[in-house]
């Protein structure tokens, strides 16, 4: 059987490390590819603010090439529609046929995914649609991941849980009506380590900082950056 490529939609975070950790051990795909946007004036990943160094050095631990589709800081639905046109049409070029996605259970988001690529020739799937929230978090953990909560919606969550390690006891202190995935935009991680590296993603906390008096930040910094 032929293996269909596929280009995962990658954030850094555990979503897109747990949906890359089972389509690498499923034998009817072939991962060609990771695919992320960033921020083009400030150099990081959008909404995480992961600097794009610090997922460069994850795609070199995980050996898989990294692709950036690049926006500016407040970019419309059609300017980001355009860019992900561009660089749809050049996974096609390079024979990828499949585009995979870490969500969970949101619908609209689903569909709003689906319409995007509808006609492109690309196919989207989602390998983790299904699983619960406490399913997902489980299956991560029990997977040997390790990661960081870098960003925190201040409006959902304390903002002192900024910077922590994602781990049951994290999860335990979670408020009830809190998403153990984050999957409502609570808080957003960064993978470090896991099955799927081949080596740790080294990397060193600046000090936090607040956006729009809602949206907590852990500055996160490649471990060599002064």
Not at 73 to 88: F, G, H, I, L
Not at 209 to 224: C, G
Request: proline share 5%; charged share 25%.
């Amino acid at each position: 059987m032929d293996k269909k490529k596929v280009c995962v939609s990658w954030s850094g975070g555990r979503d897109s490390s747990l949906m890359l950790y089972r389509l690498l051990n499923d034998p009817g795909y072939e991962v060609s590819c990771l695919m992320t946007t960033v921020n083009e004036e400030t150099g990081k990943v959008m909404m995480h603010d992961i600097p794009y160094e610090l997922l460069k050095d994850q795609a070199e631990s995980l050996g898989i090439p990294l692709r950036a589709i690049l926006l500016g800081s407040d970019p419309s639905n059609k300017e980001y529609e355009r860019r992900m046109k561009q660089a749809v049409e050049k996974l096609i070029e390079d024979g990828i046929s499949v585009m995979a996605f870490g969500d969970l259970f949101l619908e609209d988001i689903r569909k709003y995914r689906e319409k995007n690529l509808e006609g492109t020739g690309l196919s989207p799937i989602f390998p983790l649609w299904g699983l619960t929230s406490a399913e997902s978090s489980q299956a991560f953990l029990d997977a040997g991941f390790k990661a960081a909560v870098v960003c925190v919606d201040g409006s959902q969550l304390d903002p002192s849980f900024t910077g922590a390690s994602y781990t049951a006891e994290f999860l335990n202190r979670l408020p009830e009506g809190v998403d153990p995935c984050g999957e409502n935009g609570e808080f957003h991680t960064f993978v470090h380590d896991g099955p799927i590296f081949k080596e740790p993603v080294d990397f060193r906390f600046g000090s936090s900082y607040v956006k729009d008096e809602r949206f907590w930040y852990a500055d996160i910094l490649p471990l060599m950056e002064e």
